[in-house]
């Protein structure tokens, strides 16, 4: 199955567009942001919502993904389903790009007849964003993160670095993504998106 490929190609795309956005705003001027987005329905009748930090970063949270998380801005959203051997498959794709970076944040929904095995999905997911943004894998950790199994990485392409992490909750593989171009000094802006995700089960 082809995973989270959607989101690699969303990587690929914002990633070359990022350099053309650079100017797009002085760094002196205030961005706007609402302090609240409105809530929007999705499919299953839950709703997501964003709400400004204290930061000035949006505290987004995701009805149907279950998740919450800080980012620059309320991110865009686009749901994929895909016919495979397997049975649909459906992936979720949250996106924000800066002046700088690109943050994504992904989840696939199986077909319930589907079964697979926790740890190779995880690895995977990592190989095959890997493989679609043509990026060589740097680094690679099997990790326990809030209880759930994970793998952080560290991948790269000709212009931009890659980190990422894959959780594995309960049949809903997740994926959060930040990438910067190389050189960048994001660490600060990493930790803060990484450390705010919270998924419940």
Request: charged share 20%; glycine share 6%.
């Amino acid at each position: 199955m082809k995973r989270f490929l959607a989101i690699a190609a969303f990587a690929l795309a914002l990633s070359g567009s990022l350099p053309a956005q650079e100017h797009a705003r002085p760094s002196n001027t205030p961005v706007p942001r609402p302090t609240t987005t409105p809530s929007t329905s999705t499919a299953q009748g839950l709703r997501d919502s964003s709400v400004q930090d204290s930061s000035g970063w949006m505290r987004f949270t995701s009805g149907s993904g279950r998740f919450s998380v800080l980012m620059p801005e309320t991110p865009t959203d686009k749901v994929e389903t895909t016919p495979s051997e397997h049975g649909p498959y459906t992936t979720h794709l949250f996106v924000v790009r800066d002046t700088v970076s690109v943050y994504l944040i992904g989840w696939v929904d199986y077909d319930a007849s589907f079964n697979f095995n926790r740890q190779a999905e995880l690895e995977a997911n990592r190989d095959n964003f890997v493989s679609g943004i043509k990026a060589t894998l740097l680094t690679s950790n099997p990790t326990i993160i809030d209880g759930y199994n994970a793998i952080e990485f560290v991948a790269e392409t000709s212009d931009r670095v890659f980190k990422s992490r894959v959780y594995m909750v309960g049949r809903r593989p997740y994926q959060i993504v930040i990438g910067s171009p190389k050189g960048q000094d994001d660490s600060a802006q990493a930790s803060r998106f990484f450390n705010s995700f919270k998924v419940r089960p």
